[in-house]
């Protein structure tokens, strides 16, 4: 690794921003509560994951990896893909991303845009989804080739460390002094780890509230097949402990999608899968826990991926999720600056 490396990975790191963080005022049973939506969907490259991609590839650099013939390979399912692509494309170093079909058209389209080579597996692995194909694919490529690193968000402890850095810090210095609650979604769950450890430090009386989608066990719950890509996972996350998480929310593709909407009709914020999912959850919780008044939902992305998957009625059909069931799921969120 040379200075220079580290001093251009480093220039990237500047470009990711201190995201926004919006309030909503919220009443739930009679009883008013303060929300608070930290929008990462407005970071370099449209999700949170660009905090992953630099404290990744900077783990790369300081480990002497990081080479002008390197060639970057990791398994996603979009975002990160995105993020490693532009860093790469700042970088001068090539990138090779192990996608599925739950990849949406936008995130597809905008991988090889900036020119990420692509590499689809299609047979969905034992419990359901493609992330253990995926691996098994990026295994194969690191063999072939020496001159291939793996970024390794699954196991890299670089992963929660970075929002260890900056993530839970900035909910903490965006929001209120004590935060009741904090709600994450879970994908390798490095976030909610690095958040986690953040907040049991720094705030210990804040609730970390884990999220996810049914079908996925990054965390807990029962494999099964999924619909929606950017959340969940079909193996168990390797950074999560029981002691990091204070409640667990699994929501359905239905609630993710209503919240989705609803959100975008009412207040104009775009937000994607991850975050609809977190807002469901969240609300939720809220209904549930009178105590609970100041809150904080990460908003890890956009929804311009997503136009069309959970933005689509005609697919939204086609998994299963009827205008009944969408409509169920009231969001009673009004805008207070």
Not at 96 to 122: C, F, N, Q, S, W
Request: hydrophobic share 40%; with cysteine; charged share 25%.
């Amino acid at each position: 690794m040379t200075a220079t490396t580290l001093d251009r990975v480093d220039g990237f790191g500047r470009l990711v921003s201190d995201t926004p963080t919006t309030r909503l005022d919220i009443t739930i049973n009679d009883i008013p509560r303060t929300l608070r939506l930290k929008l990462d969907g407005h970071n370099i490259g449209g999700s949170i994951k660009a905090r992953t991609a630099y404290g990744l590839v900077r783990d790369l650099a300081q480990r002497g990896r990081l080479e002008p013939d390197t060639e970057i390979v990791e398994s996603t399912s979009g975002n990160l893909g995105i993020a490693l692509a532009l860093l790469g494309k700042y970088l001068g170093v090539r990138v090779t991303t192990v996608v599925d079909p739950l990849i949406t058209d936008g995130a597809l389209r905008r991988l090889r845009e900036l020119g990420a080579r692509v590499e689809m597996v299609h047979e969905r692995d034992n419990n359901g989804g493609y992330l253990l194909s995926r691996l098994g694919r990026v295994r194969q490529l690191l063999d072939s080739d020496p001159r291939r690193v793996w970024t390794d968000q699954y196991n890299n402890p670089a992963n929660p460390r970075i929002h260890e850095m900056t993530t839970g810090p900035e909910m903490r210095e965006r929001g209120a002094l004590d935060l009741d609650a904090v709600f994450l979604a879970i994908s390798t769950g490095g976030t909610l780890a690095g958040v986690s450890a953040d907040m049991k430090q720094a705030s210990p009386s804040t609730a970390v509230v884990a999220v996810d989608i049914d079908g996925s066990i990054a965390y807990r719950g029962t494999a099964a097949p999924r619909r929606v890509s950017g959340i969940g996972a079909s193996r168990r996350s390797t950074f999560l402990d029981d002691w990091m998480i204070d409640d667990f929310r699994s929501v359905t593709l239905a609630e993710m999608a209503a919240s989705c909407r609803a959100m975008l009709e009412e207040h104009g914020l775009y937000l994607g899968a991850s975050s609809g999912a977190v807002l469901a959850a969240c609300l939720r919780y809220l209904a549930d826990t009178p105590d609970a008044r100041d809150v904080c939902c990460l908003c890890p992305d956009l929804g311009e991926k997503y136009a069309s998957t959970i933005y689509n009625t005609a697919w939204l059909r086609s998994a299963g999720c009827s205008e009944e069931a969408l409509s169920n799921h009231w969001l009673p969120v009004r805008a207070s600056g």
